[in-house]
């Protein structure tokens, strides 16, 4: 190993307990009641970059939550690389699925399980160890090393293209490095070279302008949640794909080194339906079909619904509004005004009589991202996993987003690609998330390697 490599190994413990610090501060971004979480994780980032011998260390205002930034300008000759990440987690409802409280870690099995801590503070802290390590054993990075964690990510990041433009000249470099994202399976290594775009808002449906008595009025009043049930159902079809006009417009078809990996994958769709607890649905037969659902085709999920009396037993009531979260998954082409356009006007089409329709807007969304695939810092990437892992890693898609893609390239001209540590199974966004430890050995070692790589080959 070398000097770098051997001192990660030996300072693991250390970097262990500053995952756990991390995890415990909740650092919730989408709920207000979180804010003093949201100072702190901010706080402990700025605190830990200084003290892996990071410069100009600040927390940038963004108009929302703040970004941190640190440097390490190694010479003004080398490459420098900007490296991505977030402090925001999402939150931890429900809590009563959770076998350990989301904030208080736990490590058991070889996993460390808290909320956040596969996405993305255990890998967003991987960087900021590795080049702690080089300072500390060589009093020198081999590139010249930027980073940005934002804190607005689990959020829709409405205030990160913003911050990009106001501190352009600050985040100058050659090339992003992100280290949000996540590996597609546990046993196969992957590089992310494609993401979904997302645009995220809320149908409400209101009918009286009180709520009203389900008995006096029932029968006769209009009853929100009956109106918002018919018009959620009427925006898929039978296959359970988008069945609204002009949803596709501006897409074409999927890119065919991503069909050729999809097939090379020969993913079994009973084994992920056995995984996720799950019968496997009529319309889906193969592993084939699964995987250009979930990395190829867009979606529109509802992801809570509410209305009317929501405590335990019964209150006969006929609510005045019903409400529906709903995101959607963008792919290529797609545009997230075009789609909320289009999504209001099939709802509005179909709205009953006697009720009235409200459509608000979560952030500008954002469009999907796909990586030059001749980039050459992906090649090395890649090569650095192989040897790590032994085989060359399987180029796929994200069916998620991280919409720092398109941001990077148009804000700072710039490319970017993703080196997470996380994998996809680590019940990101749901309770008892967790960290492989492996991935965090691994993911030193591996930052370790490429940061010299592409010192070499630059």
Known sequence: MSGVETYLDEHFGAALEDLKTFCRIPSVSTDPAYADGIAKAAAFVAERLTRASFVNVAQLATGGHPAVFGEIITDPKLPTFLVYGHYDVQPPDPFDKWKTPPFEPDERDGRLYARGVSDDKGPLLIPILVAEAYMRAEGRLPVNLKVLIEGEEESGSPHFEGTLQTYRDRLGCDLVISAD????????????????????????????SKDLHSGRHGGSAPNPISALSKLIASLHGADGRVAVEGYLDGTSSPDARIIAAIEAANFDANAYYREIGSPKPDPIETGRELLIRQWLEPTLEF??????????????????????????????GQKPDHVVDVVTRHLKARLPAGFALDVHRHGPGSEAFFIDPDLPALKVAEEVLGDLLGQPPLRVAMGATIPIGASFRKHLGTEAFFFS????????HAPNEFFRLSNFRLGLTAWAKLLRRLAQAT
Do not use: H
């Not at 994202?181 to 009286?208: H, I, K």
């Not at 540590?421 to 990101?428: C, G, I, K, R, V």
């Open 303 to 332: 992801n809570g619904i509410s209305g009317g009396y929501q405590g335990k037993g019964t209150k006969t009531v006929i609510p005045t509004t019903a409400s529906v979260k709903i995101t959607c998954r963008l792919i290529a």
């Open 421 to 428: 540590f996380s994998t996809s199974d680590e019940d990101y």
């Open 181 to 208: 994202g996540a590996m597609w399976r546990p046993d196969r290594p992957s590089m992310t070279v494609a993401s979904r775009g997302l645009v995220a808002f809320e149908v409400t449906v209101t009918g009286a």
